[in-house]
């Protein structure tokens, strides 16, 4: 038995992966703010486990992993995609409130996950296990009025490498899925339009998020000798290579 944690679970792209892997046979711990979501995204399966958690908060993810350890034992992927854009905006109008909210949720949050999965598969036996982050074409190319997201993204590659280089000694793998344009509810106003880095409003494209998820469960699926340090999966034709 296989077991995976996804954090954001309850919907867009983390519900997307948890399904892909309920379908490859993990044992899934569904992470989120959302009982009611969470176990929508369960959908009856046996081998998926809901538990509310808010990775803004320390105690809320030392539970959740605590929770791992003891009906587990052990913990083989923890894919790291909690997240939220924010309220957005010119970077002298975000305010230290909206900053601190989506740092909070990001990046210390990613960290808070990443940290405890990794303590749980450094003293599992067999040691090892694999850690997936969520980055977003984002942690290369930033989008107009998006500053905060755009740190954050930057800064879980700075983390993923972090993570891939003190993981080797210890069996862990860790990499990154950089996503383009799902279509999840985070992104319904890209087909209509969104500003472009020239002043303009533009459609742009978008892909079905199961593409995300058949990838997750690949580079799930690989053994530990192998890592995919950073892959990107994006919407064919979406302003991001070039110059728009």
Not at 43 to 55: E, I, L, Q
Not at 74 to 97: C, M
Not at 110 to 125: N, P, S, T, Y
Request: hydrophobic share 45%; aromatic share 4%; proline share 4%.
């Amino acid at each position: 038995m296989r077991i995976a944690v996804v954090t954001g679970a309850g919907s867009g792209v983390g519900r997307a992966v948890s399904t892909s892997l309920l379908g490859g046979g993990f044992t899934v711990v569904l992470a989120g703010r959302h009982l009611a979501a969470l176990e929508e995204t369960a959908a009856g399966s046996a081998a998926a486990v809901p538990v509310v958690t808010d990775v803004r908060s320390a105690e809320s993810v030392a539970a959740l992993f605590d929770r791992v350890a003891a009906d587990f034992g052990r913990l083989d992927l923890l894919f790291n995609n909690a997240g939220v854009f924010g309220r957005g905006g010119p970077v002298d109008e975000v305010s230290d409130e909206d900053w601190a909210n989506v740092v909070e949720t990001n990046l210390n949050g990613a960290f808070r996950c990443a940290r405890a999965a990794f303590a749980l598969m450094r003293r599992q036996e067999p040691q090892g296990g694999r850690i997936i982050n969520n980055g977003s074409v984002s942690a290369h190319t930033p989008r107009p009025n998006a500053v905060a997201y755009t740190t954050t993204k930057h800064a879980i590659t700075g983390l993923t490498k972090a993570l891939s280089l003190e993981g080797r000694a210890v069996n862990i793998a860790c990499g990154q899925i950089d996503i383009g344009n799902a279509a999840t509810e985070m992104t319904a106003r890209m087909p209509v339009g969104m500003p472009q880095a020239n002043g303009t409003v533009a459609a742009e494209p978008v892909m079905d998020v199961a593409n995300v998820a058949t990838t997750v469960l690949h580079i799930a699926n690989l053994p530990l000798d192998v890592n995919v340090l950073f892959t990107t999966v994006m919407a064919n034709g979406m302003p991001y290579v070039g110059r728009g």
